[in-house]
């Protein structure tokens, strides 16, 4: 069984100010993880992903992720906050090679201060 | 926008009825998704369809079913609705059999809200 947590209902960054949205994995096998965005009043929208390869994902908007297997951590990270990341971020996890499955997070909410 | 839409966009309801949420993928893709966004559950996969068959699902109800018609739109039947069941009702899609190479698309979502 697969599982993931994200630390933080809620984030609030100053505009300019690093971003890190923590996200913490629970897998027997290596898992696939993923980062989705949602916007309010939107639908999901993939950020980045890991499947496998380089542990440092870069995905859009500038944002990137780092699979830490000793820390079994995923987290996010974005050098420069920006008004428009202002939105509700998941975390999740699957064991099957594709979108199939996917578990996710309860989701963290970034807002930014001007 | 991407490509995916969804009808209705809200459905208010009673308890114990019936209702059919609407998905038609972007042109070309062959894989539906639904999801399930809820306060008390969170978001949670329900089901895949590629091409007409069923490839995978995840956490749904004996009350919900799917399916994938030919022209690849996307049905997805709830019924003996119950309270617990408001939420947000999402479809994605994807021009494969949703292997981690392609892109995944969501729709807008169905908010149904059961009374």
């Known amino acids: 069984a697969q599982s993931v947590t994200q630390l933080g209902s809620h984030v609030s960054v100053s505009e300019g100010a690093l971003v890190l949205l923590r996200c913490n994995y629970s897998?027997?096998?290596?898992?696939?993880l993923f980062w989705y965005v949602q916007y309010p009043n939107q639908g999901l929208q993939l950020l980045l992903k890991?499947?496998?390869?380089?542990?440092l994902v870069k995905g859009i908007n500038g944002f990137e992720a780092e699979f830490k297997k000793s820390e079994t951590s995923f987290h996010l990270t974005k050098p420069s906050a920006h008004m428009s990341d202002a939105a509700e971020y998941f975390c999740?996890?699957?064991?099957?090679?594709?979108?199939?499955?996917?578990?996710f997070g309860t989701g963290t909410k970034l807002q930014v201060i001007p | 926008d991407s490509g995916v839409t969804q009808t209705p966009k809200h459905l208010i309801t009673a308890t114990g009825q019936r209702v059919t949420l609407r998905c038609s993928p972007r042109?070309?893709?062959?894989?539906v998704y639904w999801y399930q966004q809820s306060l008390d559950q969170g978001l949670q996969f329900l089901i895949h369809?590629?091409?007409?068959?069923?490839?995978a699902k995840g956490n749904i109800l004996e009350r919900f079913s799917a399916q994938q018609f030919p022209d690849l739109h996307s049905e997805l039947n709830l019924s003996s609705l119950e309270l617990g069941d408001s939420a947000l009702y999402f479809c994605?899609?994807?021009?494969?059999?949703?292997?981690?190479?392609?892109?995944?698309?969501f729709g807008p979502g169905t908010r149904l809200l059961v009374l």
């Open positions: 897998s027997s096998v290596p898992p696939y």
């Open positions: 042109s070309g893709d062959l894989s």
């Open positions: 999740a996890v699957t064991l099957s090679g594709g979108y199939q499955k996917v578990t």
């Open positions: 890991y499947t496998t390869g380089a542990t």
């Open positions: 994605a899609s994807s021009v494969g059999a949703g292997g981690f190479e392609e892109t995944q698309y």
């Open positions: 369809y590629y091409n007409g068959e069923e490839r």
